[in-house]
């Protein structure tokens, strides 16, 4: 059973810097691209970034690109988001995800593991 534990979060204020980690559990890691979503009772669902199994191919949403980071350590089966100029509306729960496939996506089915999630809070 493969089991990812986020870390991370917590409370900053606007404009502030966040670096997300995501730890798995399990064999095999740089076989599986991963990703990282965050929900909101607002807005749902919503997906972020996602990196290939060997961290070659990166993929992001619009709305973070320019200020988010996917990045992977496979060595310590470790995946990281890094996050700056914060603002209030990316308060949110956030969770990464391990991908059915090496391959990078945005779809939430495609992926079948998921983390218990890190809450985010931006706020003065």
């Known amino acids: 059973q493969v089991q990812l534990v986020e870390s991370g979060g917590g409370l900053v204020q606007p404009g502030d810097s966040l670096r997300l980690s995501c730890t798995a559990s399990?064999?095999?890691?740089?076989?599986?691209?991963m990703g990282w979503f965050r929900q909101t009772p607002h807005k749902g669902l919503e997906f972020l970034a996602s990196i290939s199994g060997s961290g070659r191919y990166t993929e992001y949403a619009e709305a973070v690109k320019e200020r988010f980071t996917i990045s992977r350590d496979n060595a310590n089966n470790t995946v990281h988001l890094s996050m700056t100029s914060l603002k209030p509306d990316d308060t949110a729960v956030y969770s990464c995800?391990?991908?059915?496939?090496?391959?990078?996506?945005?779809?939430?089915?495609?992926?079948?593991?998921w983390g218990q999630g890190t809450q985010v809070t931006v706020s003065s």
């Open positions: 399990g064999e095999d890691f740089s076989r599986y691209a």
């Open positions: 995800a391990r991908r059915i496939s090496v391959t990078v996506g945005n779809i939430p089915s495609t992926y079948n593991y």
